[in-house]
């Protein structure tokens, strides 16, 4: 048995969802289930979409549209931990001190353009 890694996602937005943790996903159905996500929200605008997370246990249905219109559904499975919204944060702070949290990071800017960063 391996260590599992967790990979705290901060903005579990629809982008997140239908990107970022279907990749996870995808490779945890291959076999390979050394990570997981934690998520969670700075912000309380969403809170909704996380405590109906909270409520499925973190999984949902994805659904993807080709260009052809053909819809496929697919359950995704890779948000493990929910983390609540909380006013001081402190939820977030403790599972990003955490040693099995990875410390690389890539950031999205307003452009949409990614960068690396090693913290």
């Known amino acids: 048995m391996h260590e599992q890694n ?4 901060i ?9 970022q943790a ?16 934690a998520a969670g929200n700075i912000r309380n605008d969403a809170e909704n979409v996380v405590q109906a997370l909270i409520a499925q246990k ?12 053909e819809r496929e559904y697919e359950e995704i499975t890779s ?3 929910l983390i609540p919204w ?13 040693p099995q949290n990875e ?4 950031y999205r800017d307003g452009r949409g353009v990614l960068s690396e960063h090693k913290s």
């Open 22 to 37: 279907w990749y996870l996903h995808r490779l945890i159905a291959a076999g390979d289930t050394r990570w997981h996500i």
């Open 103 to 106: 410390s690389d990071r890539l």
């Open 79 to 81: 948000l493990q931990k």
């Open 11 to 19: 903005g579990l937005g629809s982008f997140h969802r239908a990107h």
């Open 58 to 69: 973190g999984r949902y249905v994805l659904e993807t549209v080709s260009p052809a219109g």
């Open 6 to 9: 967790t990979w705290l996602h």
């Open 86 to 98: 909380q006013a001081d944060l402190q939820p977030l702070i403790a599972e990003g001190a955490r």
